[in-house]
Structures are given as structure tokens and as C-alpha cells.
């Protein structure tokens, strides 16, 4: 038997996505950004988090995959990994879940467009229900905006 | 015993007396005759001797043991002062500042010290003497004499001195009960309470040996306290485990009856002027010194560095709220709310200066390691260089006492290399064989001013220009227009050195251009003047403090940002026909000259305004050292004290962004750095 793990689930269009709950700061409501200019695209600025000033991110556009508009559930989900600490604004996220460590697979290349490499695998949960868990080290990147960067530069 | 809750204090206060130890070296150096400095060195190093072997670092204590043994020939005038004790001194303080870094960085604090216990032994024992063919064989012979109960003239005089001012002064003989297992630990009772009530001249055997309980039953000490008889013996007599106490009260009359039953030797002329004038007065001095050290030492706490951090966010945190509240209660206009808004914004302001204050250090603590720098250097260079220190207690917000270190050393070590030069020359040119180099710092406005200035060959011009068309940094025709201060600037560009040949202190060719950056860093500026043959002076411009600035608020489209006050000339307001074009670049007329336009709409590619352009162009003008830029904006909105947040570590080397901050409204606001808006 594995380990259970306590994840935090949200929703991306109609996959299913998972982050451990000891990663997740907060969960918070949209709230008015402050645009920085010359970052990437998917960086939507940053918001006063209690006092701190803390970058966002839209995961949708992080992976590469069209953008949506914010409705009533949009939510940010704060994440905080090593130093950093990020908001990452998801469908909708309302649900906290068990997972057994024995349940997660190593993710297939692709899923719902996103690379393998942003994915720590994919949990069955249930009879036909997939959690895709995410792998925040490689999401949260720091190098990756660096490239993109010089690219836009070129 | 948990050890890890006394390190920081361990490290702290070793540090301290590192210091101490430093500067009453230098000082020594200067007068060394005078014994109260010796008195002091041996004070510190005794008690850092203690606390490193409490805290179990061996080597640190043994180090400490084998010097403390040289200090205490010196303070008795068993041996006198030269350049070898000297040099073998500092030596000792070198490698147990190093033992102490070792600990703080984690270490063990662990060293080889075995050399140098060996030249202090040489030093204790005279054979160092010997080794130089100078043959002064009763050195060991004195030492002898160190364990009968004699008093030399400096604790005499301290003696007389105590009479004089109505102190009794007392000879004590304290007897420890036969059955008492733990002798040394009495006798530090009886130590501990007489130290408490008075100043313990002399004893005997002495306090080491005492602490290392090589003494029988009974010893002796001299004594000066304002109680009376009665009363000393009864302080005495409560530690436990005492069977007697013998107090003689002493007079000048049976002191002196005494001192001279004692047969003196031939040194005693030498020492008894002394005793005379100097000791006589240094001993007020030193009861001065202690009777201050004590008020201080009531009268400060340390605090963790983090604690403050802690408390400066919490006080920032109210700053926002406290500027919320002021809009609120300007939409509110109700009266009651006013005036207690206004009231809190008073208290904040006064709360704001104290924790700014708090986190002042005065900048002795980074000056302080310049004279030893400076001796060390100008000894390896074979020059003659005197430091003279002024503003020492001139306050600095913490963050910045911590960046400024290495730029200083950089700047003084120049001066020191390329500044002064040799003695030879010095008297050839007519000036003083010793250089001075001052180093000043002082409050004026919002700044704190660091100056080194030095009395030495000044920049040479021509040679600079020479120097910056060879590597390219400026074409011939440039440099006949240069002013003398854009040549000096010259000096801070990367890949400069104009020393002849690269000396081990500086001449690498870099160090200047790091030392301006990193001030820069620090929102500071340099400046430099020079006079050939006369000397150089450095100017380092500091803010008072990083967290709390005051800036200028901005709106550009629909977004807020701030403009730090320190960068903006003016603000002013042109008519955009005024704008005209040099190769495609916007350009408007300033005082005398052209300067170029920058939008920042169009540098932070804003999204449109919803609100109508106005018909004027909004500008502000910002310098940066000579170079002067007009920024676009599309309206002022005011300005404001900010408080700097970091933008986090997701987001790095934003473009023309130096930091953000929270408005009054809860919404974050970006600070520019118009110092990359330059090109």
C-alpha cells in the first residue's frame, strides 16, 4: 500500500488537474492585477496578497493552451515551491482529495495538450475519474520565462 | 546544556571584544607606555578566554590563554612593548577573528595555532629576545617575583587614587574551609561579590590561577569599595564554605610603609615617573570608563535583526491601511473619522521615524576594521599613512551598513595605493613624509555623505585620458571636450586602472567599477574632485534608509506607477508642438540644451487610456549622475511616502522596474527605475 496524498483539485477545461495540499498557500477569488510590462504573455501580473506582492499566472496560457474568459468560479491557487511563491488563476477549483500513491502513472506524453514534463502522472481516482498531477518545480520554471524572453527579444 | 541559544551571543560578543582588542592595539601602538590600554586588552581577551572555553572551542581559548599571558608580563611592566609583540599580537587577533568568522559561517572554530603559541611563549619566556642576540636574561627572574604579593606602581596609584576621592581602599585575606570541595568556584562567589560593590586591584595568586584552583586554601586580593569594614566582611563572609575574612583598611601612609619595605629594583625610577603623572590620571579615566560602561550596558538590549524585519512589514502593513483610511475618510467627510484619521496619521509618522530608527547602526561598525586596513596596508606598501576617522556615530539603515563595507575598502585601499605616495617623495614635494587619508561621514538632508579624501598625488588628467583611448572608452576628440569631472568618472568604468604596475592592493583594473555599481545599487551616487599634487576626495551619496521613500505618482493609460523623488529634476508641462525630432528620436528643449523624450506608454506599452488626451504633454525630468531624460506621463497624481516591496523571485530582471509597492486603494503599484531608462 502506498501513501494516501491530500490534493488540491481545479479544474482546466474539462480535465481535471492536482496539486499537494501542502504546495497551496491559498485559494482566492480574481481580483484587480497590476499589468507588469515586458513579461510573457501567460504572466497576468501581480496582486496584493495580504500585504505581499505575488505574481500570477494563467496555467492556461503557462501550457500553451487557449485562454479563457474569467467567470464566476475562475479562482487564483496560490502555490508556493522553494523560494518562490505564485498564483495560477484555473477554471475552477473546489474539491480536496485523497490519492493513493499506488494509483498514480507516469503521464502519457501528452495530455490535453500539455507536455509531459509540466505532469508528475496521472491518478485514477474512482471508477472514471482522471486527476492529472502537476509537477510544480518544472510550471513554475524560472528559466523558462528567461527564454521566452530572449525569444520575444529576437 | 543547549549550547545553540548562547551562540549568537557568544559569536556577538566575541566579536565586540575582537574589536575592543583591535583598536586598543592601534591604540597601544601610539602610547605605549600607557597601561590602562594594556589593562583593557587584557580585560578582553581574558573574558573572551572564559567564553570560548565555555562554549567549548579549545583552540580559541588556548590562543586567547597564550596571549593573555603576554598582556599580563606587559600590564605588570614585566616586558616592554616592540615591534615583535606587536606584530605577533595582531597576528594572534587575525586568526582568532578568523576562529570566530570559522564559527559564525558554522564551523567548528577550529585552527592550527601552534606557531603562533609558539612565538608567544618565545615572548613569555624572553628566548624570542635571545633569538634577536639581545641578551635580557631576568626576564624569567621577574616572572618569579609576579607571584608574591606585590603591587607595582600603576596599582598603587590606583590605590592612592581611590583614597584620595574617599574610597576605601582594603588589603583582604579570604580563608576557604578546609572540607570545601569546589575552591575555585568560592573564590569566584567571593570575586563575583566584590566585583559587584567595588574593583578588585590585584590578587594573589592571581585570577587565573585561582579560577584554576591552584591555590591552597587562602588568598589575598587589594580592593577599593565605598563600604565600610564591617560591612565588606560580612559580604565576604555569606558565600558559603568561607571560614575567614581578614580586611585591612589601608591608608596612603602604611601603602607607601609598605612600597617601600619592598625592595625596588633599578626600573623602578622609569616607572615611578609614570606612576607619577599618567597611570594617575588613566586611572580616572578607566573608573570613568566604568562607571559608563555599566550605565550602557543597563540601558541597551540586543535584538534579533529578524524581529525588526518582522516589525518593519508590520509597521509597513499599516502604512497602507493608514492610507486607505485617509481616502476613506476623505469620501466619508464626516468630522469625527477626520480627526481621528489625522490624529492616527500623526502617531504613525512618529511610529514610523522610531522603527526607521531602530534600524539605524551608527556606521562605526563598518569603520571601525579601517584603521587596523589601513596600518596593514601602508606597512605592506611601505608607506606612511594616517587615518583619521570623523562622523563615526552617523546612523545608516541597517541594509545599507551592510552593502557599504566592500565598496569603502575598495576606495580606501585606492587611496592608500594610488593616492598617497612614498615617503621619499612626499618630503621631495614638500609635504609631510606621513600621508593622511580622512574618512568623514555625516548627515545633510536625506543623505548620508561618505568622504575619503587623501592628501596625495591626485588624479592625473592626461594620464586617465591616455589610459581611457587606449582601451577604447572614449576617441581623442572626445576627451580634449571632456570636463575634468567626466575624466574622473572615467576611473568607475569597467577595465580602468591607471597604476603603472598592478600592486597586490589595487590596480587590477577592476574594484572601481564595482564599487559604483554596488553604490548604486544602494540608490547612492559618487562623486570625485581632485587636484593634481594636492590629493583626492570620494563622495559617496547615501539614502537614509531603502524600505520607506518618498516617490512621485504617476498615471500612464489606465496604470498607476511611482517615481522615486531622489532621480526627478522637475515636473513640467510642455506644449507637444514643442517636441521635434533628431534621427527619428523625440527630443525637447531643456534649459540650456536638448534632451531626449522618452514615453513610457510606449516603453511599458500600456493599453489605451479611456480618458481624453489632454492638450499639454506632462513631463517628468530625471537625472541620472550628469545625464538628464524627460519621461512622458499622462498625469501626476501626487506625491506620496511608499514603502518598497519586493516584486518576488518568480519575475526576474524586469525592464525599467525596480519594485512595487501597495497603494492606499489595497492595489500594487510598479516602481520605475528610470535609470534604465537611460541609453
Known amino acids: 500500500m502506498g501513501e ?135 510550471v513554475l520554471n524560472k528559466n523558462e520565462i528567461v527564454q521566452l524572453e530572449q525569444l520575444e527579444d529576437k | 546544556m543547549e549550547v545553540n541559544q548562547y551562540l549568537s551571543m557568544f559569536i556577538d560578543e566575541s566579536k565586540d571584544h575582537l574589536q575592543a582588542m583591535n583598536d586598543n592595539l592601534l591604540a597601544l601602538e601610539n602610547a605605549p607606555d600607557d597601561m590602562t590600554i594594556v589593562q583593557n586588552i587584557f580585560r578582553s581577551a581574558h573574558t573572551l578566554k572564559g567564553m570560548s572555553a565555555t562554549m567549548g572551542f579549545e583552540d580559541l581559548a588556548h590562543l586567547t590563554h597564550e596571549m593573555e599571558n603576554v598582556l599580563d608580563l606587559l600590564r605588570n ?5 616592540d615591534d615583535f609583540i606587536f606584530d605577533v599580537l595582531f597576528k594572534g587577533l587575525d586568526s582568532l577573528e578568523a576562529m570566530v568568522y570559522d564559527i559564525i559561517e558554522g564551523g567548528s572554530g577550529k585552527a592550527d595555532v601552534s606557531a603562533l603559541v609558539a612565538s608567544l611563549q618565545s615572548i613569555v619566556s624572553g628566548d624570542y629576545k635571545s633569538q634577536a642576540g639581545q641578551q635580557t636574561g631576568n626576564v624569567p627572574a621577574k616572572q618569579e617575583e609576579s607571584n608574591s604579593r606585590q603591587l607595582d606602581e600603576f596599582q598603587v596609584s590606583i590605590l592612592k587614587q581611590s583614597m584620595e576621592q574617599g574610597v576605601h581602599a582594603y588589603s583582604i585575606e579570604v580563608t576557604i574551609r578546609e572540607d570545601c570541595v569546589l575552591k575555585a568556584a568560592r573564590a569566584y562567589m567571593v570575586f563575583e561579590a566584590l566585583e559587584h560593590n567595588g574593583e578588585v586591584i590585584q590578587s594573589s595568586p592571581s585570577v587565573q590561577d585561582i579560577e584554576n584552583e591552584k591555590f591552597d586554601r587562602s588568598f589575598a586580593v587589594y580592593y577599593v569599595t565605598g563600604l565600610d569594614q564591617e560591612a565588606l566582611t560580612a559580604l565576604v563572609g555569606n558565600v558559603s564554605e568561607i571560614e575567614g575574612v581578614h580586611a585591612l583598611l589601608l591608608t596612603p601612609e602604611s601603602l607607601d610603609e609598605q612600597q617601600q619595605s619592598q625592595k625596588q629594583q633599578a626600573d623602578a625610577k622609569p616607572a615611578q615617573e609614570a606612576a607619577d603623572d599618567k597611570p594617575a590620571g588613566g ?85 571601525n576594521r579601517f584603521p587596523r586596513m589601513i596600518r596593514d596596508i601602508s606597512k605592506s606598501l611601505e608607506k606612511k599613512v594616517e587615518l583619521e576617522i570623523a562622523g563615526a556615530d552617523t546612523e545608516l539603515d541597517r541594509t545599507v551598513i551592510d552593502e557599504i563595507g566592500d565598496p569603502l575598502v575598495h576606495l580606501l585601499r585606492n587611496s592608500v595605493d594610488h593616492g598617497v605616495e612614498m615617503p621619499s617623495e612626499r618630503t621631495s614635494n614638500g609635504k609631510p613624509e606621513t600621508g593622511t587619508i580622512h574618512l568623514r561621514a555625516y548627515h545633510s538632508g536625506n543623505h548620508v555623505f561618505i568622504e575619503i579624501e587623501d592628501d596625495g598625488k591626485g588624479i592625473d588628467r592626461e594620464k586617465v585620458l591616455k589610459t581611457a583611448i587606449k582601451n577604447n572608452v572614449v576617441t581623442a576628440e572626445q576627451a580634449n571636450t571632456m570636463e575634468d569631472t567626466e575624466v574622473y568618472q572615467l576611473l568607475f568604468a569597467s577595465g580602468f586602472s591607471t597604476a603603472d604596475k598592478i600592486s597586490d592592493i589595487s590596480g587590477r583594473g577592476v574594484g ?29 551619496q547615501l539614502p537614509l534608509t531603502l524600505s520607506i521613500i518618498s516617490a512621485m505618482l504617476i498615471r500612464v493609460g489606465n496604470e498607476k506607477y511611482a517615481i522615486p523623488l531622489s532621480s526627478i529634476v522637475e515636473t513640467m508641462a510642455i506644449d507637444p508642438g514643442k517636441i521635434r525630432h533628431v534621427h527619428g528620436n523625440p527630443m525637447i528643449n531643456y534649459r540650456e540644451g536638448v534632451i531626449p523624450l522618452v514615453s513610457l506608454k510606449q516603453v511599458f506599452e500600456c493599453p489605451a487610456s479611456d480618458e481624453a488626451e489632454s492638450e499639454e504633454l506632462n513631463l517628468i525630468i530625471v537625472s541620472k549622475g550628469e545625464k538628464i531624460i524627460s519621461l512622458e506621463v499622462e498625469e501626476f497624481i501626487g506625491q506620496q511616502e511608499i514603502v518598497l516591496k519586493s516584486i518576488g523571485k518568480y519575475l526576474p530582471n524586469l525592464f525599467g522596474i525596480s519594485g512595487a509597492t501597495i497603494l492606499g486603494d489595497g492595489q500594487v503599484s510598479l516602481i520605475i527605475d528610470p535609470n534604465a531608462l537611460f541609453k
Do not use: C, W
Not at chain 2, 291 to 309: F, G, H, P, S, Y
Open chain 1, 4 to 138: 494516501e496524498l491530500k490534493v488540491i483539485v481545479f479544474a482546466l477545461g474539462d480535465e481535471e488537474y492536482g496539486v499537494e495540499v501542502d504546495k497551496v498557500r491559498t485559494i482566492e477569488r480574481m481580483a484587480p492585477m497590476t499589468r507588469v510590462p515586458k513579461t510573457p504573455d501567460f504572466v497576468k501580473g501581480v496582486i496584493n496578497l495580504r500585504g505581499i506582492v505575488t505574481p500570477i499566472i494563467d496555467l492556461r496560457g503557462r501550457f500553451g493552451i487557449e485562454e479563457a474568459e474569467h467567470t464566476e468560479s475562475t479562482r487564483i491557487v496560490i502555490v508556493a515551491y522553494g523560494d518562490l511563491e505564485v498564483g495560477m488563476i484555473v477554471d475552477a477549483a473546489n474539491d480536496v482529495m485523497d490519492v493513493n500513491s499506488d494509483a498514480i502513472e507516469d503521464p502519457p506524453e501528452v495530455v490535453g495538450g500539455i507536455k509531459a514534463k509540466y505532469l508528475r502522472g496521472v491518478a485514477k481516482v474512482g471508477e472514471d475519474r482522471l486527476l492529472i498531477l502537476l509537477n510544480l518545480e518544472e
Open chain 2, 77 to 81: 611592566q614585566k616586558l616592554t612593548m
Open chain 2, 283 to 367: 586611572g580616572k579615566a578607566r573608573q570613568a570608563q566604568g562607571n559608563q560602561a555599566a550605565k550602557v550596558a543597563n540601558r541597551t538590549i540586543r535584538v534579533d535583526i529578524e524581529r525588526l524585519d518582522v516589525l518593519m512589514n508590520l509597521f509597513s502593513e499599516l502604512l497602507i491601511d493608514r492610507v486607505r483610511l485617509e481616502s476613506l475618510a476623505e469620501e466619508i467627510r464626516k468630522n469625527e473619522l477626520t480627526e481621528t484619521v489625522e490624529h492616527m496619521a500623526r502617531v504613525s509618522s512618529d511610529l514610523q521615524n522610531i522603527v526607521l530608527k531602530l534600524r539605524m547602526v551608527p556606521v562605526e561598525s563598518v569603520f
Open chain 2, 512 to 540: 572601481l567599477d564595482v564599487v559604483k555599481s554596488k553604490i548604486e545599487q544602494l540608490g547612492g551616487h559618487v562623486f570625485v574632485e581632485s587636484k593634481l599634487g594636492a590629493g583626492t576626495k570620494f563622495s559617496i
